[in-house]
């Protein structure tokens, strides 16, 4: 019941946290915790969530997703912030997802399995900088996705600058196969070439 003030309005509710069960949350609990902010991603059983989003961060993703989208052969289909569960406890939220048409079950859809995903890209901002460096891309090469792309803004132009990795199967581990700044040109997972410098312009 929500309390009425000294105006005579009433208050919102106070927010009540969702209390984790004795053995922290699940990769299926995530999409019946009621209240949650958007966004909300599940790392190690726990819930993490994101602080306002920058502008940087936005261009970027808008600059990629549609890159990337124009330049995907017809079997691939790009996504842009859907979680993966890459097991029990883990349930990231990439920036941009690639992965094959067919692992779209419907419009209903809220995560994709690892195994689906070819290319998982996240940008970084202050808030995600270690778990966008370090803890995301471990568990993405754990669970065998073949290509990350990490990426981070220039200090000194403020263009977006693109680190790419590709797995190594026997280890699954990434190696850094290729940092780029100004213009991103790769041969896999497919063909791509990105002007990076047009991260604040509309249309390309």
Known sequence: MSAVSDDGLDDEPAYRWPIPPAGGWTADDLDGIPGLPPHTELIDGSLVFRSPQTRFRNLTLRLLDNALLDQAPDYLDVMREMTVKLDAKNRPEPGILVLPLEATTGPDQTWYNPEDAILAVEVVS??????????????????????????????????????????????????????????????????????????????R
């Open 126 to 203: 202050a808030d995600s900088r270690q778990r966008d460096r370090e803890v995301k891309p471990r568990k993405y090469a754990a669970a065998g996705v073949p290509h990350f792309w990490r990426v981070e803004q220039d200090d000194d132009k403020g263009y977006p600058v693109v680190y790419v990795y590709e797995l190594d199967p026997a280890t699954k581990s990434y190696g850094l196969t290729g940092i780029f700044h100004d213009r991103l040109k790769v041969s896999v997972p497919f063909d791509i070439e990105i002007d990076l410098t047009a991260v604040d312009r509309r249309g």
